[in-house]
């Protein structure tokens, strides 16, 4: 399995932005549905955002739905969590995940996702 490597974390203040980014080694990256998922303090990992190998499907939680935006640049096979309007409860791990599908759409849930990042903490706080 390739490595996912996550960055971009640190703390910033409610209301603001932030941007992590998640990369890999493996060429077939393109192959590939991603997903950022998130784990607060205390609380299950839930899924924030996921896109689809060609960036044609993505899908948001309704708790981060117009403030968080999924993108990824294949030729650079990175995957990027843009957040912006920021709150205290965003606050926790942020991991990113691969899928293995080269077509269609991606999921929120945990299940079909193989591959895991290490995590980058986002820390919202005044």
């Known amino acids: 399995q390739s490595q996912l490597v996550e960055s971009g974390g640190g703390t910033v203040p409610p209301g603001g932005s932030l941007r992590v980014s998640c990369a890999t080694s493996?060429?077939?990256?393109?192959?590939?549905?991603m997903g950022w998922f998130r784990q607060a303090p205390g609380k299950e990992r839930e899924g924030i955002a996921c896109?689809?190998?060609?960036?044609?499907?993505?899908n948001y939680p309704d708790s981060v739905k117009g403030r968080f935006s999924i993108s990824r640049d294949n030729a650079r096979n990175t995957v990027y969590l843009h957040m912006d309007s920021l709150k205290p409860e965003d606050t926790g791990i942020y991991f990113c995940?691969?899928?293995?599908?080269?077509?269609?759409?991606?999921?929120?849930?945990?299940?079909?996702?193989?591959?895991w990042g290490q995590g980058t903490q986002v820390t919202v706080a005044s």
């Open positions: 896109i689809s190998s060609d960036s044609n499907y993505k």
């Open positions: 493996t060429s077939s990256f393109k192959f590939y549905a």
């Open positions: 995940a691969a899928q293995w599908k080269v077509s269609g759409t991606c999921s929120l849930s945990e299940a079909p996702y193989g591959n």
